[in-house]
């Protein structure tokens, strides 16, 4: 059962970060197209070329909020990688049930505590 709900979610969260794709990029994109421009911004010693840097700033930064849902798509990949990670986990019990009244499971346990 456990494996099929981290199936189910699994596949709940590839749908969900393939949608964001598109958006995910554009995000990245803005981003650096942002940190391209501030450092032109820096450079540029006129006070027009700052003003023209700081108007294109902005209109990427517009660019950037209209795709800020693109978060969700970077959630649901943290989501995909947990679940991958959890999925590959070993839930095996080596000792088996504690029935305190079998002596022998008993001894068996407390062994098994005795090794770690």
Do not use: C
């Not at 059962?1 to 990029?25: C, D, E, H, S, Y």
């Not at 554009?26 to 450092?39: A, P, R, T």
């Not at 700052?50 to 660019?63: C, N, T």
């Not at 590959?88 to 029935?99: A, C, E, L, Q, S």
Request: aromatic residues 14%.
């Amino acid at each position: 059962m456990r494996k099929f709900m981290l199936f189910v979610g699994g596949l709940i969260a590839l749908l969900v970060l393939l949608a964001n794709l598109g958006p995910m990029v554009l995000l990245g994109l803005s981003v650096w197209l942002l940190y391209i421009i501030f450092k032109k911004f820096v450079k540029s010693d006129s006070v027009g070329a700052k003003i023209g840097w700081v108007i294109l700033g902005l209109v990427i930064l517009g660019i950037g909020f209209t795709n800020i849902y693109a978060v969700i798509g970077i959630a649901a990949a943290f989501a995909l990688y947990w679940i991958v990670k959890n999925w590959k986990k070993d839930n095996h019990n080596p000792v088996g049930p504690t029935d305190d009244s079998d002596p022998f499971t008993n001894f068996e346990r407390q062994w098994a505590e005795m090794k770690n």
